[in-house]
Nanobody
């Protein structure tokens, strides 16, 4: 059973920064593609960013490109989401998810259905 734990959420003013972490105790974490998604109140869950299992390829939603950076450190089984220049519209619950399949990850990284394991989410609130 793969368990993912997000941390690092909180309240920040517009223009500020936060760094989210997604950690797992599983030995297979380094073989998973990892995606970040977010869900704002009353809205559907949307793709934010993803990194493949090697860490060489990263992907972003247009709304966060240039402001968010996803990275991973497989030595400590952790994926990070550095969020800079935060805006009130970034307010949401942020989830990380793991994809155990390597097939076509670099093409379909934003598809929720390929992610088999999800964390419980961490709240990010950006005040204006």
């Amino acid at each position: 059973q793969v368990q993912l734990v997000e941390s690092g959420g909180g309240l920040v003013r517009a223009g500020g920064s936060l760094r989210l972490s997604c950690s797992s105790s599983g030995s297979t974490f380094s073989s998973f593609g990892i995606g970040w998604f977010r869900q704002a109140p009353g809205k559907e869950r949307d793709f934010v960013a993803a990194v493949n299992w090697i860490g060489g390829n990263t992907f972003y939603a247009d709304s966060v490109k240039g402001r968010f950076t996803v990275s991973r450190d497989n030595a400590v089984n952790t994926v990070f989401l550095q969020m800079d220049s935060l805006k009130p519209e970034d307010t949401a619950v942020y989830y990380c998810a793991a994809d155990p399949s390597h097939r076509y990850f670099d093409t379909f990284y934003s598809s929720e259905g390929r992610y088999h394991h999800w964390g419980q989410g961490t709240q990010v609130t950006v005040s204006s």
